[in-house]
């Protein structure tokens, strides 16, 4: 991977020798970052809309896969969505699954960040339709839905996995990173999807994306619409978020583009 740019005075956090030198430099992040991370074609499409895994989007790429490895290192809690996760049932949302090449390092860093061995999932559900058979289950997560998704999953889900509930019948970012910030966890990542994604940046609780660009096309149709980087939010013309380019590296053909979005710190 080589650095393109990087802005400066960005938090600096020196890296285990074996992830700096995969991600040529360092990597931190300030107590209080949301950071979401996403791969999409060049043309913004982050699904195909089927059965299609989503390593056809990144091309496979091992570089993507390390970066989300090294992410998801750095974050005391990982949330997704429920579509998120029914795409993925055998995934589990640690650096090392991800890529279990750089296990060690991974760990290493965590350790000298004080965090826990393992980031925790949080999974959000306004309907309580979740595939309580996924193995981050038995692991151990946290469900965040409504009053009536928790009573339908409350007692299909492995003990490992507890329900909270949020006090509207939708499920409110905002919410959902206070009570995350009353739990003590500091650095929080989001995986999407789309629409989570969305909602995050509706009610402002984004601070950062890492956007990894494959080089590939997709393509659209009204028969097969395919989803984007962001859904079910759109601003007006007057409206738009800006972003500031904090940081661009490359591997190959891939670009792995940091930004900080309007408003917020680094």
Request: glycine share 10%; net charge positive.
């Amino acid at each position: 991977m080589i650095t393109l740019f990087e802005s400066e005075g960005l938090p600096a956090h020196t890296l285990p020798k074996e992830l700096s030198s995969a991600y040529d430099g360092d990597l931190a992040f300030s107590d209080g970052t949301v950071y979401a991370n996403f791969v999409t074609t060049i043309d913004g499409v982050t699904g195909l809309g089927d059965d299609t895994p989503p390593s056809v989007i990144s091309g496979a790429s091992e570089a993507d896969r390390f970066v989300m490895g090294l992410l998801r290192a750095w974050a005391r809690a990982v949330v997704i969505g429920a579509g998120t996760l029914g795409a993925e049932p055998k995934h589990l949302w640690t650096p090392e699954h991800i890529y279990p090449v750089m296990a060690g390092p991974y760990a290493k860093l965590r350790d000298a960040l004080g965090l826990p061995r393992s980031p925790q999932l949080v999974v959000l559900t306004r309907s309580g339709n979740v595939d309580t058979k996924a193995v981050a289950f038995e692991q151990g997560a946290v469900i965040v839905t409504t009053t009536v998704g928790a009573s339908k999953v409350r007692r299909r889900i492995p003990s490992a996995t507890t329900v909270r509930t949020v006090m509207s019948d939708r499920i409110d970012p905002t919410e959902v990173v206070a009570m995350l910030r009353r739990d003590g966890h500091a650095t929080i990542l989001t995986e999407g999807g789309p629409r989570v994604f969305g909602s995050f940046l509706r009610s402002n609780q984004v601070n950062q994306l890492f956007l990894t660009l494959s080089p590939r096309i997709a393509g659209r149709s009204r028969a097969v619409p395919r989803l984007g980087l962001v859904q079910d939010m759109a601003r007006g013309s007057k409206e738009l978020l800006g972003a500031e380019l904090l940081g661009a590296k490359k591997e190959g053909s891939h670009l792995f583009l940091r930004y900080r979005l309007a408003g917020e710190t680094p």
